[in-house]
């Protein structure tokens, strides 16, 4: 019986070229320190948690590694079979790849059996994904003016809120930002962005963040220069707990934070059944952007897509008939 590996601890091994199997790791023998530390950075740690968890889930279903086309086949289709989503299985498919290929060995996921499976998946499947439904202006209002900027807690929430609205920003991006990542100008702030999930290379982005008129019911950058002074935070992490008794931590919220603040505010405005979550401020802003007429251009600066195809997926018409093509019927009046 063939014995079955442990589901991996690390993309890159620090073991000096120990290359146990269960663990993503490459011969590191005669590497400089520098060369090893850009290895073990290779892989982002959300992406090796996720591999872990991919890997473990085929373990726990018999699985062994190294696998082959065979079996890597009998459990797609039996993953299949219990309804896991397409998209879920293909990240399945991809982990035992890099698994396979951290080891050099030869991928069973490339072969023919395997590539055939999972388009007969695809096919037979509605590959429609749930997404999570924008967040327009008007919900973003209703959200803010819902919280009770009096508190702490309150401002926390609404320069939070705001941000990840007017930045187009992932939770993950929204936590990391630090007092150090703002520059300050008259127009706005500028936001630099160093790791995102789309830039795993460490690429440095930033994002312009327009300072509204005195007339607007909001401005995102007013909401932060009202929360740090609130807060008297000067170095570090901008978005911080709030104790009860009103002191602020040391440390940066966690992005599960974002989602459970959200569904507070949520409940409190009414908008608890609409199915928002942190996302829907992403999707939120660059739909509102594109129906107000904002171009494909002006709106990739603030959101950082490079890909077309992704992008267009965050365009969510709340209303099938709004901006519709075949609109155009006062041409026949």
Known sequence: MRKRS????????????QNTQGEFAVDTVGLSRDARRLLSESVSPNTV????ADLKVYQQAGGCLPATETEIVNYLSAQNALGKAPATLVRYANSLHMWHRYHDLPSPVKTIAVRSVIRGIKRSRDMRQASAPALRLK?????????????????????????????????????????????WRPEGIIVTV??????K????????????SEKARYCPVRLLEAWLQASDIRRGAIFRAVSLAGRIGAGRLSAQNIHVRMQKALETAGLAAKGYSPHSFRAGFITEAHLRGRSNVQIKRVSGHRDQRTFEQYIRIADAFEDNANDFFSLDE
């Open 194 to 199: 160093h790791h995102s999930k789309t830039n």
């Open 201 to 212: 290379s460490g690429r440095v982005e930033t994002k312009s963040i327009v300072r509204a």
């Open 49 to 52: 948690r996720a591999m872990r």
């Open 139 to 183: 919900e973003l209002h209703a959200l803010l003016d819902s919280l009770d900027r009096e508190t702490l807690y309150g401002l926390r929430d609404a320069a939070m809120f705001a941000l990840a609205f007017y930045g187009a920003c992932r939770r993950s991006e929204v936590v990391a930002i630090t007092v150090d990542d703002i520059e």
């Open 6 to 17: 442990t589901p991996p601890s690390t993309p890159v091994s620090q073991s000096h070229g």
